[in-house]
């Protein structure tokens, strides 16, 4: 069992600088969880803590059960791979991966088959006898990555070990990491402010903020259904636009108004605002870039754009969009639905109608900036006051 749990962990520095607040979360035998957020919001800190590596302000980081606030980084049975490789430049990639099973005085034997197996595992063997000067940047990462695997870890432990490298080393490197947890059957805890590493690698996410959780949750959780409005801006890419708009409430159904068009909130999500009771108000509505389709001029609910920007990505074109009342927006349009007149017709200043369904729409209140079709344990006074759409 690797089962890792933080009860109220904080850090506090110098008796006033909070990075992490009241830090609660379990962390299951054999789950891979990725802490995602902006720089500064405290992942790094707390997978410090985890690691022995920074001092717990107060709280308590328990591994397997044990406890061990005090324990130091070699005892807690946790491997490491860092963000700079953080290899001996001096050794070679094997006596760099063999370097702790040497410290603790394994038998050369035994040394030679873990270097050896966890190699071929990442693909690395032809490169035991170089150094890491002689080795490009994915490479190094694998040899970081079987420095850790050869170790007797209950948990790995990731911080941001794609950063340095390229979009297509990342992109290679992230299916790498997905067949290499199949192979090594244990706990994954990793740190990344790529939300796109966050939503392709981990079983469940854990959406940071300012030192504070916003969310946790599994990666379709998180993107169909974000608790706050952080949340639904900083997972997807590009991000979800967002506006103000009336929700309004007429015969027994819900409608919004953006931009001077009426669209009924129909399906799963009208019924949702109806069973949570939501009263007609003024609200951030958020509406993914996918999910913003092409209309004809004069059709219903078309709303009239000009495009501003059009970055044109191969199997699909971003139009960054602004309406006639001022508004901008983000639209994917994939490319396959496009004859090539109409992709050249996509340019700076021409005008284009736009519209999206009731049934891709997320709504969150003005003020506190939560989702409105998710119920809050807390309320307020006015929260609580008796309100029926009846």
């Known amino acids: 069992m690797a089962t890792v749990k933080l009860t109220n962990v904080k850090k506090v520095y110098d008796n006033k ?3 992490v607040h009241d830090f609660n979360l379990d962390i299951a035998d054999k789950e891979f969880i990725v802490f995602v957020g902006p720089s500064g919001c405290g992942k790094s800190t707390t997978l410090r803590m985890i690691a022995g590596l920074e001092e717990i302000s107060d709280g308590i980081v328990e ?11 070699k005892d807690r049975h946790i491997a490491m791979v860092f963000q700079n490789y953080a290899l001996y430049p001096h050794l070679t990639v094997f006596e760099n991966m063999a370097f702790s099973l040497r410290l603790k005085k394994y038998p050369q034997k035994e040394v030679y088959e873990r270097v050896t197996k966890a190699a071929e595992i990442l693909g690395i063997t032809e490169y035991l006898t170089r150094k890491p000067r002689a080795l490009s940047g994915g490479q190094r990462q694998r040899v970081a990555i079987g420095r850790a695997m050869v170790r007797d870890s209950k948990v790995f432990l990731m911080d941001e070990p794609l950063s340095n490298l390229d979009a297509k080393l990342r992109n290679q490197m992230r299916a790498e990491i997905i067949l290499l947890r199949q192979r090594i059957d244990t706990t994954f805890i990793y740190v990344t402010h790529d939300q796109t590493e966050a939503m392709t690698l981990g079983d469940r996410i854990v959406i940071m903020k300012d030192g504070y959780i916003m969310q946790v949750g599994t990666p ?11 949340v639904a801006e900083f997972i997807g890419a590009p991000k979800m636009n967002t506006f103000k708009t009336d929700l309004l409430y007429e015969n027994g159904k819900y409608y919004v ?12 999500k009208g019924e949702k605002l109806a069973e949570m009771n939501v009263k007609p108000q003024e609200i951030i509505l958020g509406v993914r870039p996918e999910h913003i389709v092409l209309a004809k001029a004069g059709g219903e609910n078309a709303i009239k754009c000009t495009i501003e920007v059009n970055e044109m990505m191969g199997s699909e074109v971003h139009l960054h969009v602004k309406t006639e009342s001022g508004e901008r927006l983000i639209v994917r349009v994939p490319t396959i639905n496009l004859s090539f007149e109409e992709r050249e017709a996509l340019i700076y200043g021409a005008k284009v109608y736009i519209t999206f369904e009731g049934k891709v729409m997320h709504f969150f209140d003005k003020e506190k900036e939560h989702n409105l079709l998710i ?10 006051e008796d309100y029926s759409l009846e």
């Open 220 to 230: 379709t959780e998180v993107f169909e259904m974000p608790d706050n409005l952080f």
């Open 63 to 73: 591994i397997d059960g044990e406890v061990v606030n005090d324990l130091q980084p």
């Open 17 to 19: 600088v909070v990075a």
């Open 375 to 384: 119920k809050r344990e807390e309320s307020t006074s006015q929260d609580e």
């Open 257 to 268: 108004t953006p931009f001077g068009a009426k669209i009924e909130v129909d399906g799963y």
